[in-house]
């Protein structure tokens, strides 16, 4: 049996590399040879024990490759052929999907719906930190990468270019908005590009690293906030002559950002979430006009599928978004353990790393 390379989550606290069967494919499944993938803050959240997966379980849903083997059923492609698929997979025909809630794919379940199921590398099945992956339902997730484009400029595409950028879609920003994003993260950056494509003429960002308030700055920003400088909703008033935000894009998942975020709303904005939480949120009263204020809360999880993933790629081919920037540090699949360890502590001014075996 052929061995591979793979990022393992053993248990809290520890992913290690070691070596796993390369799988077997199915009539409709896809085996894709990783040429370069990344580290989630999901991932992190799984190597803290804060996001539970089975031991064993290879980590990571950000792949970008080569078709190694197709399936005896899977029409429309060849081997050899570069490809990405979406962190979201899904698998195109449960009730879920064919009502728009892919993220939320329930094949296989009675009524067709299932909370996150459309997230399964690195969640329920295999992920693509390893040498190889297997995507199931490929005529449905895989996206043929255009020759011009290299790995570096859609490698943001899976899962963070797609999840930032439903923040604003979520949000419904329109042309002449004001949009406040918490948290410059990767995904938060993405927010703020994803705020600008959709119209939005003020654009707040919130952080408190100088490194990432001028990648923010570059990608549309108008103002940047620094939370330690004093009350970040007080700052946000002040800019906007106290009228508050028309959305307010929460990338970070902590219930200090929340509060801020519907703190920081007009009357009738929206409060679009991103971010994933690890323990329950309590909504502030008065911030929430005591259930009156005609405001929404939203969240999203990141839209995948293969006609998602050729529209990204289309908005890196024409230049109007460059996120190649977002790739701050690089790693041989091998020392995976060291980008961990990089990561999770956000050392040396991290934003993303690349992975390539």
């Known amino acids: 049996m052929q061995k591979m390379k793979a990022a393992i989550f053993v248990e809290k606290g520890r992913i290690v590399l ?135 400029q859609v490698l943001m595409c899976p899962d963070i270019m797609s999840t930032g950028f439903s923040g604003a879609e979520s949000g419904g920003v329109r042309i002449g908005d004001t949009v406040v994003v918490f948290a410059l993260g990767p995904i938060g950056l993405c927010a703020v590009a994803g705020a600008k494509l959709m119209g939005a003429t003020t654009i707040i960002g919130v952080d408190t690293l100088a490194s990432r308030m001028e990648v923010a700055r570059k990608l549309g920003a108008d103002h940047v906030i620094d939370f ?36 920081s709303l007009r009357p009738g904005g929206t409060l679009s979430s991103l971010g994933v939480y690890s323990s329950d949120l309590t909504i502030p009263l008065g911030a929430f006009s005591a259930g009156l204020g005609d405001n929404k809360i939203v969240t999203t999880l990141c839209p995948g599928g293969k006609e998602r993933m050729r529209r990204l790629m289309e908005v890196c081919a024409s230049g109007r978004v460059d996120l190649k920037p977002l790739v701050t540090h690089r790693f041989r699949l091998d020392d995976i353990e060291e980008a961990y360890e990089l990561f999770a502590n956000q050392r040396d001014g991290v934003l993303k790393v690349a992975i390539q075996p």
């Open 228 to 263: 330690k400088a004093g009350d970040p909703v007080e700052q946000i008033m002040a800019l906007t002559d106290g009228r508050g935000v028309d959305v307010a894009i929460e990338a970070l998942g902590t219930q200090a950002t929340f509060r801020s975020a519907l703190q």
């Open 18 to 152: 070691d070596e796993k069967p390369i799988p077997d494919v199915g009539p409709l499944d896809a085996l894709i040879r990783i040429t370069t993938t990344t580290i989630c803050g999901t991932d992190v959240h799984i190597l803290k024990g804060e996001y539970p997966v089975e031991k064993g379980l290879t980590i990571g849903h950000e792949p970008v490759g080569i078709i190694e083997k197709l399936g005896s059923a899977v029409e429309g492609y060849a081997e050899g052929q570069r490809v990405i698929a979406g962190a979201i997979t899904p698998s195109g025909h449960s009730y879920a999907c064919l009502c728009g809630c892919g993220s939320q794919d329930g094949a296989g379940t009675k009524h067709g719906f299932k909370a996150m199921g459309g997230w399964k590398f690195g969640n329920t099945i295999d992920g693509c930190q390893a040498e190889y992956v297997l995507v199931k339902d490929a005529m449905a997730n895989l996206s043929p990468i255009p020759d011009h484009l290299t790995d570096d």
